[in-house]
Structure formats: C-alpha cells, structure tokens
C-alpha cells in the first residue's frame, strides 16, 4: 500500500491516481511535484511552496510544525536512474546528511534530520533567506550593473574560509562542485555553500573518484580524468571569481578565461593562476 500525500489515504501500491481523491499519486522518481501544504512525516512537516529543482532533486520551503519554524526540505531525485544508479544516488543522498551533521561553520547549513517516506528520501536543514549567487548576478547584468569589487572581495573571502575549513579536515573534504548556482547569498551579504551531493573525503591512495563529477566552466580538467584534489576546488572559485569580475560565464567556453583588467594588478594576477590547466 502507499499513502495519498494529498489525503492521507492508502492506495493500491501501482495506483497512479488516488482512489480517495482523485489526484496524481506521486510515486516514481520525478521530483518538485509536491504541491502546497502537503505534510510530510507523520505531519511534522507541511510544505510552503517549491524553492528549486535541479539534477539531484527538489527543495522545498516547509513549516515544521513541531517547533513552528521554516525549514529547507530536499528531496532526491530518481528519475530514469538504474538501480545501480539508484544506488548511487542514495549513498550520495546519505553522504551530504553525514557530511554536514558533522560540521560546523557559519557558511554551511545546519542539518536537522533525514527520513524516508512513500519511496522517497528527504533532508532537512537550514532555511537560508537570500537567493543564489547565480540568480544575483543574472539580475546584475539585465540592469546593466557591474558588482562592486569590493563586494566580490567579500564574497571570496567568504568562500575561500570556508572552503579552507573543509580542506583542514581529517580527511579533508573536497566539495567539487562550487558555482554561483551552489552558493547562496543573504540581505546580509553572508554566503552559504549548499548542495553537497558530490563532495567527497579526500583518501590520498585514491587516486580516481568514483564518477567524473562537476559543472562545465566550474569543474576543473583533473575532474574529467576522473582525479580531484584540493586544487579542483580553488580551480572552480577561480572561475566563479573570474565571472564576477567580467561578467563572462565561464560555462559559455570551459577552460578558456581570458586576461582582464580591473586596475588591480595583484587580483587579476592570483585569478588567472587559480584557473589555469595546470
């Protein structure tokens, strides 16, 4: 049997439409379909409305009911994924819960709690209030803005004391995904690093990741012969450091940065080194 999440109501297992109330059951692994005020765990949990959908899954707004606050809840994403795939999800899916439980830095939500419900897997952390990096600087470019330079000093400091926290554990934790699309920014101009999905402990003998894993423009070329270091991360906040300052999206011409001029010798110096191939 599965449970209606519109009604509450048990189902057929193979049931697409719920016997009760007529709507689609949302069953399968298409993510982003649960529509407002949907509870979730036993009713701890109601969601508020969809916040993004990506490759790895949904986020959602949601009011936890229990303790009366706003919460994020993620939802993994199966769709068209192979049971070996599948598989693969769930010990990433798993693996971001069990990387961020243990950590604890000002850039980095907090993790509440993971269930399981109707076939699905959910992660609750930290509602961030601001939007993501990428959606900023979209909006600087349409109105014809350029970010002050000594915002995007602030930005990358940020990032790079987070990411220096994450390099300093035992093992150090390698994040192979940094992007403005991963990087939340609040009213307050403090940044987040979100979606974890793929980031890895760093074992020295290993000298091959699972999976070639990253964004075009963002990952670095180790990461297409399926090897990362320390040095793949501080190669993407090159790139995200170069796209702040030009306005160019790397993603447009992967690997290819072209010099710029910012009246700043030593900044442009240290970007262009932190993106070259070698």
């Avoid at 993004?52 to 939802?75: N, P, S, T």
């Avoid at 994924?81 to 819960?97: G, K, P, V």
């Avoid at 994450?166 to 609040?186: A, E, G, V």
Wanted: proline residues 5%; charged residues 20%; aromatic residues 8%.
């Amino acid at each position: 049997m599965i449970v209606c999440l519109t009604c509450h109501k048990e189902n057929q297992a193979d049931a697409r439409f719920c016997c009760w109330c007529g709507v689609p059951m949302l069953i399968g692994g298409v993510t982003g379909r649960l529509p407002s005020q949907t509870a979730l765990y036993n009713g701890r949990y109601e969601v508020i409305e969809l916040l993004g959908q990506g490759g790895m899954g949904a986020v959602y707004k949601v009011q936890d009911l229990h303790v009366q606050r706003i919460v994020a809840v993620k939802e993994m994403s199966q769709s068209g994924l192979s049971d070996r795939e599948l598989q693969d999800a769930i010990q990433a899916f798993t693996r971001e819960a069990t990387l961020l439980a243990n950590l604890g830095h000002r850039s980095l939500p907090h993790i509440y709690e993971q269930f399981e419900e109707n076939g699905r897997r959910y992660l609750v952390m930290e509602f961030i209030d601001g939007v993501t990096l990428e959606h900023y600087w979209e909006t600087c470019l349409q109105q014809g803005k350029q970010i002050p330079i000594s915002h995007i000093l602030d930005i990358g400091i940020q990032l790079c004391e987070v990411l220096d926290y994450l390099h300093r554990q035992q093992p150090p934790i390698l994040f192979r995904d940094l992007k403005p699309d991963n990087c939340m920014l609040t009213p307050q101009g403090r940044i987040y690093l979100i979606d974890f999905g793929i980031a890895r402990l760093l074992k020295p003998e290993q000298q091959k990741d699972t999976m070639a894993l990253g964004s075009p423009g963002y990952a670095a070329p180790e990461q297409y012969r399926q090897a990362t270091s320390i040095r793949s991360d501080i190669y993407s906040l090159g790139a995200v450091l170069h796209q702040l300052l030009t306005g160019e999206d790397p993603s447009s011409s992967p690997f290819h940065f072209q010099p710029f001029s910012i009246n700043c010798p030593l900044l442009e110096d240290l970007v262009m080194r932190m993106v070259e191939a070698d």
